[in-house]
């Protein structure tokens, strides 16, 4: 079974929030800190983290983790150059990528090894999180993937690249904490409550998508 290796996307400046997200506080913990935790308690493969703008002292909250750092230069491009970054440390390891966003503050190590044990039922696809109408990470990309995501460009995330037609149908693993972000100042309350959670439908948590 080909080995996965979480990748922490954490390099953008954080305009619209107006402070970096890598270090807001969410349970009295810098929020990069807290993904990196997260990431390593899951148990289910090494961790990356994809650094960009301020990225020294960002990783200076994150220098006692057993975890590596990567620095994005190409970072004021947007999304597209952190997952290039991702999937380049990943072929080099012969793995598939766990993409893991810096903001997504309520994911849990469980919701990890969720989608990674729900992937292993079939690991040439993609495997994503989704509820109502969100769809999108904490998703793995499987090797196969790699090409056509080295030639995104731009802010743009995978999401063209898992809805190609000649690549195998994704699975989908439902969690109503993917779809909780920090992007907004407004997004900086939810993220020090609780309020706002939604229960988990009963609902197939391997289906296709």
Known sequence: MPDVLIAILAAGASRRLGTAKQLVPVDGEPLLRRQCRCALSAGIGSVIVILG???????????????????N??????????????????????????????????ITPGDLRSLYDTWRLAPSAACLSCWDDYVGPPAILPSEYYEDVRQLRGDVGARAVVSARSLPRPLG???????????????????????????????DPAHRI
């Open 53 to 71: 703008c301020d990225a020294e002292r960002h990783a200076h909250v994150i220098a006692d983790l057993p975890v590596d750092v990567c620095v």
């Open 173 to 203: 693993v439902a969690n109503p904490r993917a779809t909780y972000d920090l992007d907004w100042p407004e997004d900086l309350t939810i993220a020090n409550t609780r309020e706002g959670d939604r229960h988990l439908r009963p609902i």
């Open 73 to 106: 230069h190409e970072w004021p491009e947007g999304m597209a150059a952190s997952l290039r970054h991702a999937v380049g440390a990943a072929s080099e390891r012969r793995a598939a990528s766990l993409i893991l966003p810096c903001d997504q503050f309520r």
